[in-house]
């Protein structure tokens, strides 16, 4: 019997099992450690261009253009603005269904976008997504600096709070980053990329009026109103 243990143990076959197992063993390190962390590291680079994730975007894609123009970020503008345009129609029907008690601004101001009327869309937008964050975290999105450390009213707060996995962390990881948006009009040189909400709902902006913010926006929006919400309500994530 001890011979035909040895026998087993030593087969072409064991050995092939073994190898399996140990292969399964470090895809599922790479996915729950370093995948998660280098999304976080690409969704953070999204931000600083701006833009944020949707289910149909590749990472691997993204982060391909990310590297091939870093410093102007002109390829990746040119996907995003092609790959949003495409689905601003989708996108709104989405919002529409999940937000009825907001359907007629969100109509509004996809309605304004479709006009290229940027001018009233982007406030309207920047409006809507800290409204919907606010209503699915009781956080505000724009907020970088609590007015006390008991309230904490950052968005960060809740990420940190809730203790998720690194897989949903990596994507709540622009919630932590909200300044790219947030900081204020005299840091504003920092984050030249990124639509500055204080800029534009404080008159400090005139030329924000452009398809490029009005799609930004939109893709925020988005990001808050479907991709957090998800997480939030522990539905399935669609990648």
Not at 154 to 165: A, E, I, L, M, S
Not at 186 to 211: M, Q
Not at 219 to 238: E, F, G, H, P, Q
């Amino acid at each position: 019997m001890d011979n035909l243990k040895d026998s087993i143990e030593n087969s072409s076959f064991d050995k092939e099992t073994n190898s399996f197992i140990e292969t399964i063993k470090k895809f599922k390190q790479a996915f729950e450690v370093d995948l998660p962390n280098q999304y976080k590291v690409l969704f953070d680079e999204l931000a600083i261009a701006g833009w944020y994730i949707d289910y149909s975007l590749a990472p691997q894609t993204l982060a391909n253009l990310i590297l091939l123009d870093y410093e102007n970020k002109s390829n990746l503008n040119q996907y995003l603005i092609h790959y949003f345009r495409k689905e601003t129609n989708s996108i709104c029907k989405k919002i529409q269904k999940l937000y009825p008690i907001r359907k007629k601004i969100i109509t509004s101001a996809f309605k304004a976008h479709k006009r290229k009327e940027y001018e009233l869309s982007i406030p309207v937008f920047l409006a809507q997504i800290d409204g919907i964050c606010y209503d699915l975290i009781e956080k505000d999105f724009f907020s970088i600096s609590p007015r006390s450390e008991r309230h904490k009213e950052q968005p960060k707060h809740w990420v940190t709070d809730q203790q998720f996995n690194n897989f949903k962390s990596s994507i709540l990881e622009p919630l932590t980053k909200n300044d790219y948006l947030s900081v204020q009009i005299k840091n504003r040189h920092l984050y030249p990329f990124a639509l500055n909400r204080n800029e534009v709902l404080h008159g400090r902006s005139i030329d924000y009026a452009t398809e490029t913010n009005s799609l930004k926006a939109i893709s925020l929006l988005n990001y808050i109103s479907v991709i957090v919400a998800d997480i939030k309500y522990d539905r399935d994530i669609t990648w």
